[in-house]
C-alpha cells in the first residue's frame, strides 16, 4: 500500500488515520511572583487543558541567553511542577522536556517518581537528548554528538523505568551505573509515568515510536522546500511515517504531540499573516498551511487540526503560556473528540 507521503506528493486524498482523541496543554515559563503561578495554574485547569508542562532551560537574560534563542524562563521546572500540581486536581503536569545533560540519572529518576506520588499519578516524563549547544557552553557542559546523547537517553530511559519499577537497581551502561538499591517511592502511574520523547529524525522517532508513549514531533524546517524536496507539509507526513512504521500496531495506543510555533486565534487572518511574515521574514506562502502555524478563527483552526490529525497524526497540541487564554476556545470544541 502507497504511504500517506507519496498519497500527499500525488495530491490524492491521503487515507485517514485513526488518532486519538485530542488532548491540550500548555507551557508555561514564567511569573512573576507565587500568587501569580498558582492563579495561573488553576486558569489553565479552568479552560480545559489537559496538562501544564514546564520547559527545561536555565539562562537568564544575557548575551549568552540572546546567543542561544531560548525563550526566557525564570521558573526551574521541577519546583514548578510540583506547586502546579499541589495547586489543582485533575490537570496534568510535566516537563516539555528534562534534558539529560542538565540532571544527574539517579536523581532525575527519583525526582519523577516523587513527582507523580505527590500528584497523584498526574505527571508526564518529557525527556530528551538535548539541542541547545550554547545552553549547554554557558552551563559548564560538554555537547557530546547527537550518537552520544542519544545513546545517553536511551540508558537514562531505562533507569527510569527500572527505578519505577521499585527492584533493587542494576542498570550499567556507558553513561548510566546505578546499582545497590531499589528505586523509591513507587510511582503511582504503574509501570511508570507516560514517556515522551521528541525529536525530527528518523533515528530518534523511530526510537520514539519503539518506546514512548507520547511522541513529540519538532517543529519543522519554515522553508518552501527541505534538502529532500518536501514541502512543510509533506515533511510533516513523513515524521509521522517514521513514528508509525516503528510502532507497528501499538502506534493506535500513542499521542502524536506537536507545538504551533505561531498561533493567532481570532481576527483577520490575513492581516495576521501579512503581520507574521513581516515580523519573522518569512513568506507568507510559507506559513499558509504549515504544520507548526495555526492562524484563523477558532472554527478554521478546528478544521485546520482534523485535518492535521488525519495526516500527521497529531492529536495532542501544546500552546505557549501567552496564547492560553485565545486558544481556550478550540480547546473548548475538540478536547476528547
Keep these: ?11 490524492q486524498p491521503a487515507p485517514p488515520v485513526r488518532g486519538k482523541p485530542f488532548r491540550f496543554a500548555v507551557q508555561a515559563t514564567n511569573a512573576a511572583d507565587a500568587r501569580e503561578w498558582r492563579e495561573f495554574v488553576r486558569k489553565v485547569e479552568q479552560l480545559g487543558y489537559s496538562t ?4 527545561d532551560h536555565y539562562l537568564g537574560p544575557g548575551p549568552a541567553q540572546r546567543a542561544a534563542r531560548t525563550p526566557r524562563q525564570d521558573l526551574a521546572p521541577i519546583a514548578a511542577i510540583a506547586t502546579a500540581a499541589a495547586h489543582t486536581t485533575t490537570l496534568r503536569v510535566g516537563c516539555r522536556v528534562f534534558c539529560i545533560d542538565y540532571h544527574v540519572p539517579a536523581v532525575l529518576a527519583k525526582e519523577i517518581a516523587t513527582l507523580d506520588l505527590l500528584s497523584d499519578g498526574r505527571l508526564e516524563l518529557g525527556i530528551g537528548a538535548g539541542w541547545s549547544a550554547t545552553e549547554y557552553e554557558a552551563m559548564g557542559l560538554t555537547f557530546g554528538t547527537p550518537g552520544h546523547r542519544i545513546a545517553k537517553l536511551k540508558e537514562v530511559i531505562a533507569l527510569i523505568k527500572a527505578h519505577c519499577a521499585g527492584e533493587e537497581l542494576d542498570v550499567t551502561g556507558e553513561h548510566v551505573n546505578v546499582t545497590g538499591y531499589a528505586g523509591t517511592p513507587r510511582p503511582v502511574q504503574r509501570p511508570h509515568p507516560p514517556i515522551m520523547i521528541g525529536g525530527g529524525g528518523k533515528r530518534v522517532l523511530s526510537y ?8 513529540s514531533i519538532n517543529t519543522v524546517a519554515f522553508t518552501a522546500r527541505n534538502d529532500d524536496g518536501l514541502s512543510p507539509d509533506e515533511e510533516a507526513v513523513r515524521r509521522f511515517e517514521y513514528v508509525s512504521a516503528a510502532a507497528g500496531p501499538r502506534v493506535g495506543d500513542l499521542d502524536i504531540e506537536s507545538s ?8 483577520d487572518a490575513d492581516e495576521a499573516y501579512r503581520h507574521i511574515a513581516e515580523k519573522s521574514q518569512m513568506s507568507p506562502d510559507v506559513l499558509r498551511d504549515h504544520p507548526n502555524v495555526l492562524i484563523g478563527a477558532a472554527d478554521a483552526v478546528v478544521e485546520t487540526l482534523l485535518r492535521r490529525r488525519e495526516f500527521h497524526g497529531v492529536n495532542y497540541v501544546t500552546v505557549r503560556q501567552s496564547h492560553a487564554e485565545s486558544f481556550a476556545p478550540v480547546v473548548a470544541q475538540l478536547a476528547g473528540s
Design 1 to 11: 500500500m502507497a504511504s500517506i507521503l507519496s498519497v500527499v506528493a500525488q495530491g
Design 52 to 55: 501544564l508542562t514546564l520547559a
Design 260 to 267: 504551533p510555533f505561531f498561533v493567532s486565534i481570532g481576527g
Design 208 to 215: 520514539a515510536g519503539r518506546e514512548a508513549d507520547i511522541v
